[in-house]
């Protein structure tokens, strides 16, 4: 009875410790599919590419100071309030007609800067993000008929077929507004950041860049010394590969690191990210080495890390301000002239160049350029996106976000300044471990010269005592002499 009754617990605790560890498999699994999920970067879905497709679709023409541009600005505004920001509406006017920048500001906690006593005073430095979302319609607003690819998820191998489409700038540049918003929704996530950072959409870039101008000169002359870096974004849907720049100003030699810092920064989050490895993801140098005069200087210069295009980044770059500068293109050529933006077989209407032509079309671009999702990693979950253009803004919005957080060259992040003071610290508990040994062995080594000047005392007089005449005469003598003689010497032989 009793055997039975073991038994019968032991089955019973058996199942209980089976369920126990079947629910922490579950929990673990649980925790660790939202882990995983939370670590993986720049997954802010499709919100990017949405925003792109829908100012692209309802406002084509978005020309500088025209109703659509006026439109897709009000949306803009709509979208950052609805992100918890309240934008600054700068609305400017030019011979040609009024326009508006829409601004958001947001005070960062400053930076720790130690002066040469060691004092510690905060500094606040600016760091500037921008994107223009008016475009130029090209003067033929004709629409196009191309034979395009269908790319359905249900039948991506379908025959071709003819696909109407019509200039929308989805490449130029509702893609750089769409990245500037990821930017912002994803900044909105991060805890307080030290940099002081201006988000803008300018309005009429393409008109010299006159939202640029006029937000340049409304900062006050203090910002002006405290701006640290310009980050813009243009065109990242059609071009082959996604770069990012320096200005012109970074060809000077005196200060080309200067200058680049901020550019090498935003490298660096790229390659220690998984972005490759999650969605296929990388950013290039244009490293063609081609040597032409660049800025005009009558000096050549080295076509490295600057880009053939020009955006609102030039207004800064002529401040003296380092500037970033995203787009897509291709700089694989040898020679200057044959550059543009795409290889791709299927997007040479046009010699292979997108923005400011017909073919700057979302539904041409998607027929030719999206692709079905796919499972990356091989484990039968689908997992990637075949969207180009959600990938790129995200993965820009995510680098200039992370970038931030490098710091600046005039003083130190909160992260850094914790750093500094712990290593301040243990160098001084070190210091004084080192001070306290000292201190404890200094004792020990006058006891070492007492007990040594005390034993040279005592060999000192023991050796006095040995050399003084003995007082006694020896009490024994020898009391056997030898009792053999010496041998015979060998006789010589004759």
Do not use: W
């Not at 012109?248 to 790229?270: G, H, I, P, T, W």
């Amino acid at each position: 009875m009793i055997r039975h009754i073991k038994q019968v617990n032991g089955r019973k605790l058996t199942a209980l410790v089976l369920c126990i560890s079947l629910a922490l498999t579950v929990f673990a699994t649980s925790c660790k599919s939202k882990d995983d999920k939370k670590e993986k970067p720049a997954d802010y879905g499709s919100y990017g590419s949405d925003f792109a497709r829908m100012i692209a679709k309802d406002f084509p023409d978005r020309s500088p100071y025209s109703a659509g541009e006026k439109s897709v600005g009000e949306l803009i505004r709509q979208e950052m309030v609805k992100l918890k920001f309240e934008p600054e509406i700068q609305t400017f006017t030019t011979d040609k007609g009024t326009s508006t920048n829409y601004i958001v500001k947001i005070p960062g906690t400053g930076f720790y800067d130690l002066n040469a006593e060691g004092d510690v005073k905060m500094k606040h430095r600016i760091a500037i993000i921008g994107a223009h979302y008016d475009n130029l319609p090209p003067a033929d607003k004709k629409t196009s008929t191309a034979t395009a690819k269908k790319t359905g998820k249900e039948d991506p191998s379908a025959e071709t077929t003819a696909l109407e489409y019509s200039y929308d700038g989805i490449n130029d540049n509702a893609s750089g507004t769409a990245c500037l918003l990821t930017a912002m929704k994803a900044f909105a996530e991060y805890p307080p950041f030290s940099y002081d950072v201006y988000f803008v959409a300018f309005g009429a870039g393409n008109d010299d860049y006159a939202g640029a101008r006029k937000f340049y000169e409304s900062l006050t002359s203090e910002e002006k010394l405290k701006v640290d870096v310009m980050y813009c974004v243009e065109s990242l849907y059609a071009g082959d590969k996604v770069y990012a720049s320096s200005g012109f100003k970074s060809l000077n030699s005196e200060n080309r690191y200067k200058m680049r810092r901020k550019l090498y920064q935003a490298y660096d989050v790229c390659f220690a990210n998984t972005l490759y490895t999650n969605y296929g993801f990388d950013l290039y140098y244009n490293e063609s080495g081609i040597k032409t005069d660049l800025n005009g200087d009558k000096v050549d210069d080295i076509y490295n890390e600057v880009s053939a295009n020009k955006s609102d980044y030039v207004v800064f770059d002529e401040a003296g301000i380092p500037v970033v500068f995203f787009d897509s293109f291709e700089y694989n050529f040898t020679n200057m002239e044959d550059m543009k933006e795409t290889k791709n077989l299927n997007l040479q209407n046009y010699g292979g160049m997108i923005r400011r032509t017909n073919d700057d079309s979302y539904l041409f671009l998607d027929s030719v350029l999206v692709e079905p999702d796919y499972d990356r990693d091989g484990d039968g979950e689908i997992d990637t996106s075949g969207d180009r253009l959600q990938i790129r803004i995200n993965a820009i919005a995510f680098i200039i976000v992370e970038a931030l957080l490098k710091g600046s060259d005039y003083g130190m992040t909160k992260a850094q300044y914790d750093e500094y003071l712990a290593n301040k610290a243990k160098e001084e508990a070190l210091a004084s471990v080192n001070s306290e040994t000292t201190q404890a062995a200094m004792p020990s080594t006058r006891r070492t010269t007492e007990s040594s000047e005390t034993t040279e005392e005592t060999t000192t007089e023991s050796t006095a005592e040995t050399t003084k005449a003995p007082t006694k005469k020896p009490t024994k003598k020898p009391t056997k002499k030898p009792t053999k003689k010496p041998t015979a010497k060998p006789k010589k032989k004759t």
